[in-house]
């Protein structure tokens, strides 16, 4: 096996540990936020990272059954 070969699936599993780690964290939240905006509120504009944190951080105050902690 050559070390290029290696050395690009070494990358990639890499990237998949970090997209693995990123989604269990809810680190993506706010990109499927604007996934999700983008295709159902096209006309009205989102919420800013700091808006859409400080959204889903209220509403899981209000809601705390659904987390772990």
Request: net charge positive; hydrophobic share 35%; charged share 30%.
């Amino acid at each position: 096996m050559s070390i290029n070969l290696a050395l690009g699936r070494a990358r990639k599993a890499a990237r998949g540990v970090a997209w693995l780690f990123k989604g269990v964290m809810g680190e993506n939240a706010y990109q499927a936020y604007l996934d999700h905006h983008a295709k159902t509120h096209v006309a009205e504009p989102p919420m800013t990272e700091r808006e859409f944190w400080r959204d889903k951080t209220d509403r899981q105050d209000v809601n705390p059954e659904g987390r772990c902690c």
